[in-house]
Nanobody, 117 residues
Framework: QVQLVESGGGLVQPGGSLRLSCLAS????????MGWYRQAPGIERELVAR???????NYDESVKGRFTISRDNAKNTVYLQMNSLKTEDTAVYYC???????????WGQGTQVTVSS
């Protein structure tokens, strides 16, 4: 059974930084694509960043230059380093995994990030 557990959310002032972590279990981590999504109240869940098995990375335009996604296959963990945070980054952040063998899509429970002065 695949489980994704996020951590690292919290309250931060504008301009501050946070690092989110997502620990995966129950899958062949190195053979999965990992991503971070976010959902603010009244807005559809949106992709923030994704890193593939081959280490290809893509970001939403709104976070380019501020956020960095990375993965540590030895620790079954994906990270999202968030710098220069803005109030509009406030949302619940979800870890996402796409598995190809066997195929499946999985979500974490989410972690709240609040950017406010």
């Amino acid at each position: 059974q695949v489980q994704l557990v996020e951590s690292g959310g919290g309250l931060v002032q504008p301009g501050g930084s946070l690092r989110l972590s997502c620990l995966a279990s129950g899958s062949r981590f190195r053979l999965t694509d990992m991503g971070w999504y976010r959902q603010a109240p009244g807005i559809e869940r949106e992709l923030v960043a994704r890193i593939t098995t081959g280490l290809s990375i893509n970001y939403d335009e709104s976070v380019k230059g501020r956020f960095t996604i990375s993965r540590d296959n030895a620790k079954n963990t994906v990270y999202l380093q968030m710098n220069s945070l803005k109030t509009e980054d406030t949302a619940v952040y979800y870890c996402n995994q796409i598995s190809y063998s066997p195929p499946g899509v999985y979500w974490g429970q989410g972690t709240q990030v609040t950017v406010s002065s």
